[in-house]
Structure formats: structure tokens, C-alpha cells
């Protein structure tokens, strides 16, 4: 059974930053493009940002230039750098396949931006 582990989440202030990562096991992680999801309070899970098997990344509008997406396919890892952190970036993050989630969702990091 395909399992994401992810980590990273914290208390951080308005600008600040983190660094978010999931670990994938019992799944060809390179066969799969990856994925950020995020849930905020209130609202649906939305893809915030995917990076292909070889490295090519897209991001949702309101990441650009602030979030960071990347993979080590030996390592079976996925990261997401956030900077500039904002408010509305309050939320559980998850990782799945991307655009569309494949596999049971993992138990989410939580971020928490406030000042």
C-alpha cells in the first residue's frame, strides 16, 4: 500500500519560511509526476504546485516566485520550499500524484502562518 509521510510544518510568522518534505513508499516514485496539495480552513484540497519525473515543475498562480517545488527520485522525496510567507498560505499540506491524486492521501503537515 502507497504511503506519503509528510513533514516540515510549523508556526511561522508573516514573510518567513519552510521547508516542507514527503517520503513516499511501496510506489515506482519516478514513474509519477508529484505534487503539493493543500487544504485551507474551509476550503476544498487544491494542487499548489507538481514537478515531473525529470525535474519539470509548474505552480497555481499564487506560488509563483514564493514556493519552490522539487524531487530526488532515489530518495523517493518530495519538497516543497515556501518564502514569503502569507496568511492565506495557512493550511494542511499533502503530496500525491499530480494533476490528479492516485493514491490514499497521507496524514498532512500543518502550517500555520500568523504574526
Known amino acids: 500500500q502507497v504511503m506519503f509521510v509528510e513533514s516540515g510544518g510549523g508556526l511561522v510568522q508573516p514573510g518567513g519560511s519552510l521547508r516542507l518534505s514527503c517520503v513516499a513508499s511501496e510506489m515506482i516514485f519516478s514513474d509519477y509526476t508529484m505534487g503539493w496539495y493543500r487544504q485551507r480552513p474551509g476550503k476544498e484540497r487544491e494542487l499548489v504546485a507538481r514537478?515531473?519525473?525529470?525535474?519539470?515543475?509548474n505552480y497555481a498562480d499564487a506560488m509563483k516566485g514564493r514556493f519552490t517545488i522539487s524531487r530526488d527520485n532515489a530518495k523517493n522525496t518530495v519538497v516543497l520550499q515556501m518564502n514569503s510567507l502569507k496568511f492565506e498560505d495557512t493550511a494542511v499540506y499533502f503530496c500525491?500524484?499530480?494533476?490528479?491524486?492516485?493514491?490514499?492521501w497521507g496524514q498532512g503537515t500543518q502550517v500555520t502562518v500568523s504574526s
Open positions: 500525491n500524484t499530480a494533476p490528479l491524486p492516485v493514491f490514499s
Open positions: 514537478v515531473t519525473s525529470s525535474g519539470i515543475t
